[in-house]
């Protein structure tokens, strides 16, 4: 989701040549970072020290962008970065609201449908997730 939601928030607010550049560039500090805060270790309570610091870390710059986020960023650029966010913009209808654009999508067939199938076959994995050590 947190990919989804970043191309999404990337594209409406910065121009695809910007995105270009970040994306991989995340990418690279999130596979860099992780083995550099934990060390190759035998000892399982220094392991699980050291693995609890990089979550404390990760928690720690997440809430600091998130409250960034919330200060910094308006809920639409003044310029469009593209042609096609302008578009959108225009045929925006100005009474849309989350609520109704959920309600919208629970009454579309297809999502439904996909919604039925998808689920129950990926139940397993996400508990699994969740509970794998």
């Known amino acids: 989701m947190m990919l989804e939601m970043s191309g999404h928030v990337g594209g409406a607010l910065a121009s695809e040549q910007a995105i270009g550049r970040c994306s991989p560039l995340g990418i690279a500090i999130g596979f860099l970072v ?55 913009y225009a045929l925006a209808s100005p009474d849309a609201s989350y609520l109704n654009s959920i309600v919208r999508l629970f009454k579309n067939l297809n999502f439904v449908l996909l919604v039925i199938t998808y689920v129950p076959q990926q139940c397993p994995a996400w508990c699994g997730y969740s509970t794998s050590h």
């Open 34 to 88: 992780p083995p550099i805060l934990v060390p190759n270790i035998q000892d399982r309570d220094k392991l699980a020290y050291h693995i609890s610091i990089m979550f404390y870390i990760i928690g720690g710059v997440a809430t600091l962008l998130f409250i960034l986020v919330i200060i910094v960023f308006k809920e639409k650029p003044k310029h469009p970065p593209s042609r096609a966010q302008s578009l959108s």
